[in-house]
């Protein structure tokens, strides 16, 4: 694996080239202006400008590789505010110095921009700002989104925000109000359809990801929430089928987005009882071959990693990909990638406790808190759950089994932890550690009760079957042994013929 991101290409003719179609519905407004991609009025006179736009609207939206191309923006007009804060944006997580830059670039412009301009300047400058609070840039994205609900890329910043802060339920009502505006557009149904298979509404996903699918046969998001809510529903055939069959389009997505989507088709092959070596195939040949492109974000591709080991683990099979994790632990020494992503950090602290560098896990531990610390009151108060579950995956991977129980508390849900920033089935790894936990702790009467009522929403699933059938044996339930554990034979049997 690499450990360090190699630069960004800077050629970006393809993307303008592809823009061709978008400028030729250009409308001039008045001298001196242009429309972008969604119809709003724009303060510029190159066309060059907002083709770059146009195109790093898209390439958000589907998750490409060349979102740089937004830099070109404020090269062909200087002077352009959204051009400048969209580049501002885009810099913000790699280049502070740079981003602060386009951002008062587009400051000292302001007096000359449109009414869409001002109001994107306004949400975006506060949403990279050093003190941003995440409620406040939702209600000024929220306040932009009612002025001008076509912009599909303030919608995109909508969910993102939401996810990171774990909470759907904002973004759906949003999204719901300004769906009649965006009708039969490219990406609309993807957005729509994660927020509601976050909040549980299965069906009306399924149906808003098979739209978006209908318009647009390469839109990863949209085959990533369809898989989404296969994956939960246990449809896991019907989930890998739907995803191999897409993924000779991801090869044009970004690091983020090629990864996550194969890390999806890896987690169905397990959940469906698959041998081990067709997980490892995907690792190997898929997610990790990732790192070998030059543009590939590193990061991102470990992310998804560290899921799938760490899942690999729960199950009891992390013997059998070893010497990957200590390759890929080695790679999370690089302290650069830390403090980003809580999601990140806190599978990395499992990653390094359990190949036994404990001291390096204890300073990203101690690091977390300190960044804690030095939060809002309020904040701090709702980051404490995320320092919990950090000290329990801390424990847990050193092999202190009763610490990191305690630690999760006899009522644990994931669920109650997505201010880390991850789907419901990214989160379902830690309640799987949490039953594996209650039976290595001898536990098993309150795991088979919690395991009782999780396989009441996932029938389907032959590992939590197969610890159902593993309590149920600590208790001496002869019959309910045999019972599970021909229920997951059978899953098994069933699955089994994805190869």
Request: hydrophobic share 40%; charged share 25%; aromatic share 10%.
């Amino acid at each position: 694996m690499k450990t360090s991101c190699c630069t960004v290409t800077q050629d970006v003719s393809m993307s303008l080239k592809c823009m061709k179609e978008d400028e030729s519905e250009i409308h001039e407004y008045r001298k001196g202006s242009r429309c972008v991609w969604w119809g709003y009025e724009v303060n510029t006179s190159s066309d060059g400008c907002i083709a770059a736009i146009n195109s790093y609207s898209h390439q958000v939206l589907g998750y490409g590789r060349e979102r740089n191309v937004i830099l070109e923006a404020p090269l062909y007009d200087k002077d352009c505010v959204l051009g400048n804060i969209l580049a501002a944006h885009y810099l913000s997580s790699s280049d502070i110095a740079r981003a602060n830059y386009y951002a008062r670039a587009a400051e000292s412009q302001l007096g000359k921009a449109t009414a869409y301009e001002k109001e994107v300047f306004k949400a975006v400058n506060y949403l990279i700002s050093e003190n941003m609070d995440e409620d406040v840039a939702l209600e000024l994205h929220s306040k932009l989104l009612t002025k001008f609900p076509k912009d599909l890329l303030s919608w995109k910043r909508v969910e993102i925000l939401c996810f990171y802060m774990g909470r759907p339920d904002l973004s759906l009502p949003l999204f719901e109000k300004i769906l009649p505006e965006n009708r039969e557009l490219d990406y609309v149904y993807g957005m729509l359809a994660f927020p509601l298979l976050e909040l549980g509404h299965l069906a009306e996903a399924e149906k808003a990801a098979r739209k978006g699918y209908e318009i647009n046969k390469n839109d990863s998001w949209a085959h990533h929430c369809l898989c989404h809510v296969l994956q939960t529903e246990c449809r896991f055939k019907e989930a890998v089928e739907f995803m191999e069959e897409c993924s000779a389009s991801w090869d044009s997505c970004s690091s983020l987005r090629y990864s996550h989507n194969w890390w999806h088709v890896a987690v169905c092959y397990l959940e469906g009882g698959s041998p081990i070596s067709k997980v490892q195939e995907i690792y190997d040949h898929q997610m990790c071959k990732e790192l070998e492109k030059d543009d590939a974000v590193p990061r991102d591709v470990y992310l998804d990693a560290l899921g799938l080991l760490l899942r690999l683990d729960t199950r009891d099979n992390l013997d059998e990909v070893l010497d990957r994790l200590k390759i890929l632990a080695e790679c999370l020494t690089d302290q650069s990638m830390w403090y980003q992503e809580w999601l990140f950090d806190i599978t990395t602290i499992w990653a390094l406790s359990k190949v036994g560098n404990t001291s390096l896990a204890h300073i990203l531990l101690e690091g977390l808190k300190s960044r804690v610390s030095k939060m809002s009151k309020k904040k701090q108060q709702l980051m404490q759950k995320a320092i919990q579950l950090a000290e329990a995956v801390y424990e847990y991977g050193k092999g202190n089994y009763k610490e990191a129980l305690e630690l999760l508390g006899p009522d644990f849900d994931a669920v109650d932890y997505k201010m880390i920033g991850a789907s419901d089935l990214q989160m379902d790894v830690f309640n799987e550690i949490w039953y594996k936990l209650l039976l290595l702790t001898g536990q098993s009467s309150t795991a088979s009760k919690v395991l009782e009522r999780r396989i009441k929403e996932r029938d389907g699933a032959p590992f939590l079957w197969r610890l159902l059938e593993k309590s149920y044996a600590m208790e001496g339930k002869t019959e309910a042994v045999v019972i599970a554990g021909e229920k997951a034979k059978a899953l098994e049997s069933l699955y089994f013929k994805f190869d």
